[in-house]
């Protein structure tokens, strides 16, 4: 018998302004054509005027409990993961839970960028695991279009905003690869590629800053370093991409998700795919999917999925889970 973090609930957000390619015509030299082309995306959403990370978080988060049929005071724990928290401090994650009305518990942000959610997945499934918490809200929650350089078409016609929420909770599963649950887990960074994407602000500036990224570098990073980390993920409990009901890849470009899903050997098929309308949302990009996917109809329980991401850092990492 072994412990398992096991999906409870899922939930997520999406602002209401929805911003086609067509838009950036009017102020960029830039196509809807060329968009889609390199990049996958049709549209994106972006938060209003005042809402912030943790509003489209605390929105995520009730659906997530509705999902559930869970109240606020049955979470031990809340992990966020976010770039773009409303302030410097408090974290995005104390206003969540003041937001949900949660009395009890601890709540806390981590930092990985794109590759976010992964790491907050593989944190509280180690607060699962080691007893300290029984239920764990994650989430994923970003408002990039706050860090953009409108004037930079090479980033600004890439992102969006959005949360996804995601409910694990103890159970116990046989310890092999046939149970529900987080099942294995493969996190990496390499702290050297700083410049290839970062925010040129940030507290020691004085300024929030704008995002800035050499794309092609990134891209090259992306396409190896992702199937590289599945193929561990899924090794490390003797398993392979033909195992794989769902492949639910951070969602930057469906190019790199399509040369991802070609060297793990899955057809696109069995790829979650949600960029064409949310864009790159970073660290809400893999619960936005899981939501989406979940909600047409796709993943059902018992699949098992293979999400992983990469970005800042850079860093980047896989979940694979039984849902
Ligand atoms: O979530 C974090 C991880 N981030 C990513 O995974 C993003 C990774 N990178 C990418 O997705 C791609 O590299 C991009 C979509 C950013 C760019 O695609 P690309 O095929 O690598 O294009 P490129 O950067 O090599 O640019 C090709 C050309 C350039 O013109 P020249 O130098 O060849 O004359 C760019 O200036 O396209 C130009 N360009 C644009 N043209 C029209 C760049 N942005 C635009 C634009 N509209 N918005």
Known sequence: MEKRSVVRGIGHYLPERVVENAEFEKTLETSDEWIRSRSGIERRHFAAEGQTTSDMAIRAARAALDDAGLGPDDIDAIVLATSTADLTFPSAATMVQAGLGMTRGFAFDVQAVCAGFIYAMANANAL??????????????ETFSRIMDWTDRGTCVLFGDGAGALILEAATGAGTPADRGILSVDLNSDGRQRDIL??????????????????????????????????????????????????????????????????LQLPMERVIVTVQDHGNTSAASIPLALSVGKAQGHIKPGDLLVTEAIGGGLAWGSVVLRW
């Open 198 to 263: 970062y925010v040129d602000g940030g507290v020691s500036t004085g300024i929030t800053g704008h995002l800035r990224m050499q794309g092609k570098e990134v891209f090259r990073h992306a396409v190896e370093k992702l199937s590289q980390t599945a193929h561990t993920a899924l090794e490390k409990i003797g398993l392979s991409g033909q195992d794989v009901d769902w492949l639910v890849p951070h969602q930057a470009n469906l190019r790199i998700i399509k040369a991802t899903a070609q060297r």
């Open 128 to 141: 699962i695991l080691s007893g300290q918490a029984e239920r764990v809200m994650v989430i994923g929650a």
